[in-house]
């Protein structure tokens, strides 16, 4: 049992992770549209 709680807490962990790189990202790129509507 710990074993399997431990994977699926791992899992969990990854998944946050590539949901914070996701909206990290999103952010990024709303900045950087955001900026060259500015500039234009």
Do not use: Y
Not at 5 to 31: D, H, N, W
């Amino acid at each position: 049992m710990p074993g399997s709680a431990s994977i699926g807490t791992r899992g969990a962990v990854k998944v946050i992770e590539r949901l914070r790189v996701g909206f990290g990202v999103g952010e990024s790129l709303q900045r950087q549209s955001r900026r060259g509507v500015d500039l234009a």
